[in-house]
């Protein structure tokens, strides 16, 4: 044996027997315990990990528990990752200094795992939903709730993880807000699928961040993780939501790994001290992929094949908000689909109640009795076309304007510059008239200029709309680059000082946009494109020839009235310097209502680790656009590249692989209707 490859064994040795002494601490007495439990969800005996303080059998305690999710490949020992040397030690030296319980969870599926980075656990691949871990979760709580010493309200209960752990640390709580009240995620899988078998959708935590509103959250990355660039984007999301209580942090560390276990343990237990953690808002929003749910006593049933996001959102006794997407966070709506509702039992048995409803789509109202049954329930069935409902009766209360959708998207997408209504529409969902409603549109940032920004309402009728769009008016500013994001704020007094203020999301186009270098359009045609290929995880890559059948019409390339298309850009420098004019799908922005997005398609990025995807338009054009008709659309697609380093170290050791990063190009084109 060579000097070196001893000194490497001698090392590991050390390490090993240091990871040891961690874990048995000075007493000697392994501080977890590998278990077992028959599950019904699953059919079969299933693993867990529970780490319990040195008291644990001799104390009367009842104690707060965190439940760990681990990475891709790894087990509910948790010592794939680290050979065991760094955070099976440092949970056991936290839990064994605290009075908590840590779970570690095995999200093990048989088939799913064929070795070492080709083991996925949780079932979140697209083909998946044969194993619905969410279920099994639930089933794991009431199993160590009834088999050890612990608190059950919602505080004292929390989630943590990492990598794909980490996505299902924020996924499960964001699932069950009744049941978690904290969550961390150490450098989390930024997508996934979640849902049923054959309804699979793309679950982003970035897009489902007012799931988590009314708790803790927080997110730990290392500063050489290799999909860094994703946690910012998740760590911008929490940030910007005031409801959340974020925390963030980076730690210095060029590995894929848990870092900083023993501080983000103190911060569940920051959160378990927190009485307010066991209040639920009495205003809140949900979304579910699945068609049948249930949150906070509201019981939910989708009928139809299509796969829809289901979003509940202003949810309050005095109405709610149901809107579907075909996908996350801006798909058009499903309307054809038919959703039963069972509220929670907020309202007077046998009572009669008005509803009040607004269908998003048609813009038109209806009204129409309903009874709660024996609990205090009600029954309403709507279609997925997205609806606005006040409800009426005893108990309900003096409810407040609400503040509609800006716009079928997420958000509001606008050009700088230009003198800009704000579609802003406020529905009175009282069965009596609201009046002297006073409205304030203001903002923080420096790159919008309110130029109407104040008006009175003198009356809005039982269930009615006002319309402001002519009324309010802003302009906004933008540099170079991306959409900029902004934030307005519109405050409305009514019923003489009640006051509520609504957050405006807006995306500014950047200033001086470029028109592509080329573009084409595939309505049913075939061709063959050079595309951009990366090596892999040390950086470069070449073009490769990509053979393209998409659309649907006369395929002469030509976008016309009835056809479905894609659009392609070719890039004369994509983000890695190996990539040149080679040709991207894009993703399209528009507001004309003669061109709608009907599919979002979703491909694995070349050589993608994360499971992120590449996300682009299918595109269709109303048969009745006029010709000569001009649509200014805004193209958007994304390149990637391996950012490889081989010089940069961390201390003595070298990066441990590269960045993967990625860019968003767009580009300003007018589609003219021949």
């Given at each position: 044996m060579s000097d070196r490859r001893?000194?490497?064994?001698?090392?590991?040795?050390?390490?090993?027997?240091?990871?040891?002494?961690?874990?048995l601490g000075a007493g000697g007495r392994q501080p977890f315990e590998d278990r077992r439990h028959a599950s019904e969800v699953f059919g079969v005996e299933r693993n867990y990990r529970i780490f319990l303080p040195p008291e644990?059998?001799?104390?009367?305690?009842?104690?707060?528990?965190?439940?760990?999710f681990h990475g891709h490949s790894d087990r509910y020992t948790l010592e794939h990752y680290d050979n065991g040397t760094g955070t099976v030690p440092d949970i056991a030296e936290f839990v064994r200094n605290h009075d908590v319980l840590v779970v570690a969870v095995d999200g093990y599926v048989a088939e799913?795992?064929?070795g070492f980075y080709g083991g996925t656990p949780w079932d979140v691949r697209e083909g998946g939903g044969d194993y619905d871990f969410g279920e099994y979760f639930l089933e794991l709580v009431e199993h160590i709730d009834s088999t050890f010493r612990t608190q059950t309200d919602r505080r004292h209960r929390a989630t943590s993880g990492l990598s794909m752990g980490g996505f299902m640390s924020l996924y499960l709580s964001a699932r069950y807000p009744e049941l978690i009240g904290s969550a961390s995620a150490f450098n989390p899988g930024p997508e996934f699928y979640v849902g049923e078998k054959g309804r699979r959708m793309l679950w982003r935590p970035k897009d489902h961040v007012s799931s988590h509103a009314?708790?803790?959250?927080?997110?730990?990355?290392?500063?050489?993780?290799?999909?860094?660039?994703?946690?910012?984007?998740?760590?911008?999301?929490?940030?910007?939501?005031?409801?959340?209580?974020?925390?963030?942090?980076?730690?210095?560390?060029?590995?894929?790994?848990?870092?900083?276990?023993?501080?983000?343990?103190?911060?569940?237990?920051?959160?378990?001290?927190?009485?307010t953690l066991?209040?639920?808002?009495?205003?809140?929003?949900?979304s579910s992929p699945f068609s049948r749910f249930e949150v906070r006593g509201y019981q939910v049933q989708v009928s139809g094949s299509e796969k829809a996001m289901v979003y509940l959102n202003d949810v309050?006794?005095?109405?709610?908000?149901?809107?579907?997407?075909?996908?996350?966070?801006?798909?058009?709506?499903?309307?054809?689909?038919?959703?039963?509702?069972?509220?929670?039992?907020?309202?007077?048995?046998?009572?009669?109640?008005?509803?009040?409803?607004?269908?998003?789509?048609?813009?038109?109202?209806?009204?129409?009795?309903?009874?709660?049954?024996?609990?205090?329930?009600?029954?309403?069935?709507?279609?997925?076309?997205?609806?606005?409902?006040?409800?009426?009766?005893?108990?309900?209360?003096?409810?407040?304007?609400?503040?509609?959708?800006?716009?079928?998207?997420?958000?509001?997408?606008?050009?700088?510059?230009?003198?800009?209504?704000?579609?802003?529409?406020?529905?009175?969902?009282?069965?009596?008239?609201?009046?002297?409603?006073?409205?304030?549109?203001?903002?923080?940032?420096?790159?919008?200029?309110?130029?109407?920004?104040?008006?009175?309402?003198?009356?809005?009728?039982?269930?009615?709309?006002?319309?402001?769009?002519?009324?309010?008016?802003?302009?906004?500013?933008?540099?170079?680059?991306y959409f900029a994001p902004v934030r307005l704020m519109l405050k409305l007094t009514y019923d003489g000082w009640h006051e509520r203020t609504e957050e405006i999301d807006v995306l500014i186009a950047p200033e001086d946009l470029p028109e592509?270098?080329?573009?084409?359009?595939?309505?049913?045609?075939?061709?063959?494109?050079?595309?951009?290929?990366?090596?892999?995880?040390?950086?470069?890559?070449?073009?490769?020839?990509?053979?393209?059948?998409?659309?649907?019409?006369?395929?002469?390339?030509?976008?016309?009235?009835?056809?479905?298309?894609?659009?392609?850009?070719?890039?004369?420098?994509?983000?890695?310097p190996f990539d040149q004019g080679n040709w991207y799908r894009c993703k399209v922005r528009s507001e004309s209502p003669w061109i709608r997005e009907v599919g979002d398609i979703?491909?694995?990025?070349?050589?993608?680790?994360?499971?992120?995807?590449?996300?682009?338009?299918?595109?269709?054009?109303?048969?009745?656009?006029?010709?000569?008709?001009r649509i200014p659309l805004i193209l958007e697609n994304e390149s990637w590249s391996y950012e490889f380093t081989p010089d940069v170290r961390y201390g003595d050791e070298p990066l441990y692989q590269a960045f993967q990063k990625h860019a968003f190009h767009l580009h300003r084109y007018e589609l003219v209707i021949q």
């Amino acid at each position: 044996m060579s000097d070196r490859r001893l000194t490497l064994v001698l090392t590991f040795l050390v390490l090993m027997n240091t990871a040891v002494g961690r874990v048995l601490g000075a007493g000697g007495r392994q501080p977890f315990e590998d278990r077992r439990h028959a599950s019904e969800v699953f059919g079969v005996e299933r693993n867990y990990r529970i780490f319990l303080p040195p008291e644990y059998e001799a104390s009367h305690k009842h104690y707060p528990v965190i439940y760990y999710f681990h990475g891709h490949s790894d087990r509910y020992t948790l010592e794939h990752y680290d050979n065991g040397t760094g955070t099976v030690p440092d949970i056991a030296e936290f839990v064994r200094n605290h009075d908590v319980l840590v779970v570690a969870v095995d999200g093990y599926v048989a088939e799913h795992y064929t070795g070492f980075y080709g083991g996925t656990p949780w079932d979140v691949r697209e083909g998946g939903g044969d194993y619905d871990f969410g279920e099994y979760f639930l089933e794991l709580v009431e199993h160590i709730d009834s088999t050890f010493r612990t608190q059950t309200d919602r505080r004292h209960r929390a989630t943590s993880g990492l990598s794909m752990g980490g996505f299902m640390s924020l996924y499960l709580s964001a699932r069950y807000p009744e049941l978690i009240g904290s969550a961390s995620a150490f450098n989390p899988g930024p997508e996934f699928y979640v849902g049923e078998k054959g309804r699979r959708m793309l679950w982003r935590p970035k897009d489902h961040v007012s799931s988590h509103a009314g708790r803790w959250v927080r997110l730990i990355r290392a500063s050489g993780d290799y999909i860094s660039q994703y946690h910012e984007e998740t760590r911008l999301a929490y940030a910007r939501a005031a409801r959340v209580k974020f925390e963030f942090r980076q730690d210095e560390f060029h590995r894929h790994a848990a870092t900083s276990i023993g501080e983000t343990f103190a911060f569940h237990m920051r959160a378990f001290q927190d009485p307010t953690l066991n209040n639920f808002a009495e205003e809140w929003a949900y979304s579910s992929p699945f068609s049948r749910f249930e949150v906070r006593g509201y019981q939910v049933q989708v009928s139809g094949s299509e796969k829809a996001m289901v979003y509940l959102n202003d949810v309050r006794q005095g109405g709610f908000r149901l809107t579907t997407r075909r996908w996350a966070p801006d798909g058009p709506a499903v309307a054809e689909h038919r959703i039963e509702i069972t509220t929670a039992p907020n309202y007077r048995a046998g009572k009669s109640y008005l509803l009040l409803d607004y269908d998003l789509h048609t813009g038109e109202i209806s009204k129409r009795e309903v009874l709660a049954d024996e609990r205090g329930s009600l029954q309403i069935s709507i279609d997925g076309s997205g609806h606005e409902i006040g409800i009426v009766g005893p108990g309900t209360g003096a409810q407040a304007p609400v503040l509609l959708p800006v716009s079928e998207r997420e958000r509001l997408y606008v050009l700088p510059r230009e003198e800009r209504g704000l579609p802003i529409r406020l529905f009175n969902p009282r069965g009596e008239a609201l009046e002297n409603v006073r409205v304030e549109l203001t903002t923080d940032y420096p790159t919008v200029q309110i130029l109407r920004g104040t008006l009175e309402i003198d009356r809005i009728e039982p269930g009615a709309i006002a319309d402001l769009s002519e009324e309010l008016a802003s302009r906004f500013f933008a540099g170079g680059g991306y959409f900029a994001p902004v934030r307005l704020m519109l405050k409305l007094t009514y019923d003489g000082w009640h006051e509520r203020t609504e957050e405006i999301d807006v995306l500014i186009a950047p200033e001086d946009l470029p028109e592509p270098a080329e573009i084409l359009v595939f309505d049913g045609r075939t061709l063959t494109l050079p595309v951009f290929r990366q090596k892999g995880n040390q950086g470069g890559g070449a073009s490769v020839e990509r053979q393209v059948t998409e659309g649907r019409g006369d395929g002469d390339g030509v976008f016309e009235p009835g056809e479905e298309a894609t659009l392609w850009v070719r890039l004369k420098q994509g983000l890695d310097p190996f990539d040149q004019g080679n040709w991207y799908r894009c993703k399209v922005r528009s507001e004309s209502p003669w061109i709608r997005e009907v599919g979002d398609i979703q491909e694995e990025k070349q050589l993608e680790w994360t499971g992120a995807k590449n996300r682009s338009s299918l595109l269709r054009l109303d048969p009745q656009t006029p010709s000569s008709k001009r649509i200014p659309l805004i193209l958007e697609n994304e390149s990637w590249s391996y950012e490889f380093t081989p010089d940069v170290r961390y201390g003595d050791e070298p990066l441990y692989q590269a960045f993967q990063k990625h860019a968003f190009h767009l580009h300003r084109y007018e589609l003219v209707i021949q």
